[in-house]
Each structure stands twice: as structure tokens, then as C-alpha cells.
């Protein structure tokens, strides 16, 4: 059985930073694209960034390019994203995505298995 479990969300100030973690069981990881995605009330889900399967290449949000950073160790078969400089708007639940096939990065019907998400409130 495929689980993704975020972790790291929370509160926090605006111009502040949080690590979310997303760790994965049940897939090779190593062999999947992982992705972040948020979703704000009232939106739609978006991109936020995603790396490839080695690590190797990372893709971003424009709205997110050079605050948050993602890496992944496949070892642990986890994937984290540092956010910085956190801005009211970046505040929506939070979800860790797996794709293996879909060379689509950055559409959220393209991946496969899905997080239960972490929430990320920022006040001003």
C-alpha cells in the first residue's frame, strides 16, 4: 500500500520559515518524480515545485523561485521543501505527490498517489 505523510506544516509569521517533509512507503521512490502542491480555500490546487528522480533537476512555481527550495534523500525515502520568506499568500494545505510515467510536471492530475496534506497558515 502507497502512503505519502507530510509532516512540518503550521503558523508562522510572515518573513518566517517552516521545512515540510514528506516521507513515502509502499513505492520505490527512487524511481517516482515527486512533487509539492498547495491548494488555498476557494482555489485550485497548484504547483509549487518538484524534483526529479535522482535529484538531478528541480522545477518551481514562478510565485515560489527563490524562497523554497526542494531536495530529496532516497535513501530515507523522503522528499522536503524549505520554504523562506513565507508570505500571507502562501498560506493553503500543503500536499506531497509521487508520479513514475508522466513527463507532465506540473499538473495535478498527471500524479498518481497523493498526501493527505499539511496545513501552512502565514499571518501578515
Known amino acids: 500500500q502507497v502512503q505519502l505523510v507530510e509532516s512540518g506544516g503550521g503558523l508562522m509569521q510572515a518573513g518566517g520559515s517552516l521545512r515540510l517533509l514528506c516521507t513515502a512507503s509502499?513505492?520505490?521512490?527512487?524511481?517516482?518524480?515527486m512533487a509539492w502542491f498547495r491548494q488555498a480555500p476557494g482555489k485550485e490546487r497548484e504547483f509549487v515545485a518538484a524534483?526529479?528522480?535522482?535529484?538531478?533537476?528541480?522545477y518551481y512555481a514562478d510565485s515560489v523561485k527563490g524562497r523554497f527550495t526542494i531536495s530529496r534523500d532516497n535513501a530515507k525515502s523522503t522528499v522536503s521543501l524549505q520554504m523562506n520568506k513565507l508570505q500571507p499568500e502562501d498560506t493553503a494545505v500543503y500536499y506531497c505527490?509521487?508520479?513514475?510515467?508522466?513527463?507532465?510536471?506540473?499538473?495535478?492530475?498527471?500524479?498518481?498517489?497523493w498526501g493527505q496534506g499539511t496545513q501552512v497558515t502565514v499571518s501578515s
Open positions: 524534483i526529479t528522480r535522482s535529484g538531478g533537476t528541480t
Open positions: 509502499g513505492l520505490a521512490s527512487s524511481t517516482y518524480r
Open positions: 505527490a509521487a508520479e513514475r510515467f508522466s513527463a507532465l510536471v506540473t499538473r495535478p492530475d498527471e500524479y498518481g498517489y
